[in-house]
């Protein structure tokens, strides 16, 4: 049997990215912490590290991560199991990932049963749509809301539903940088939003939708409430989450520019296959109310 010792000096390395890091997190020496990882390796006969900057798991190493995590799941299920009634029992962390727009509009309501019925928290990572999915392929999350449909080797993967993005700006925008249109030479000039320069969304939608393949001046606002209010306050277009827009577009502080134009995002639950009774219960929820909130269309613009 694998020591659990070596298994959470290899988690924390790569979860840190680096040694010296990993030790302070375990409030370990920093040979000590190399010192495992070498015993872990010379019982396996092969590395699971990468000896790069930031250190990463191979992909053994990565198993051996996901492996590690659901040993502490089950453990912290034998420990609630045999402490029923007492309030000894702590609580067990599940780290997943998510995209800023889901986590701001329907993630945290499809979790919420499965975190008022079981002594659990999350450990939220929030990352772009298309770039969840390697956040678990690496052992670093258990979980992931992905616009990815193809699932990892292990892995499992849920069609959840998609999101729909709408095209909007405010009438006095409009009225600035569109007045004679949406055409090809006003979406050149006029200013668009992006939550950072990973986000491929307004590109997509621009190209797919529009024919449009010029550049185009762009801001970056990683907030998504900020991305929200800097469209209404009329400085700059961008495409909002229809759940969000509601109530601008509901009483005209926001305005579709390209009516019955959009995106719509698929969205999936990638987990592992070998899940403990936590993970199982969080990916029952949050399947079970991504389809009933997002939009049931599997041949979305996007897949």
Known sequence: MLDPKLLQALAAVVENGGFDKAAKALFLTQSAVSQRIKQLEERLGQPVVTRTTPVDATPHGRRLIQHFRQLALMEAE???ALQVGDGLAGFSTLAVAVNADSLATWFLDAARPALEEMRLLLDI???DQEHTHELLRSG???GCVSSRRQTIQGGDSHYLGSMR????ATPSFIA???AGGVDHNTLSAAP???????????QVFL????????GFPALTLPSVQGFLDYAIAGLAYGLIPEGMAGPALDDGQLVDLTPGKYLDVPLYWHHWQMEAALARRLTSTIVEEGRRVLRQCPDSRLA
């Open 140 to 142: 670093h999350v258990s």
């Open 207 to 214: 190209q797919q939708q529009l024919a449009f393949t010029l």
């Open 176 to 178: 600035r940088h569109f």
């Open 78 to 80: 034998l420990m609630e």
């Open 165 to 168: 993005y709408l095209c909007l």
């Open 125 to 127: 990572r929030v990352d």
């Open 192 to 202: 668009a939003l992006l939550y950072d320069r990973k986000d491929s969304l307004h």
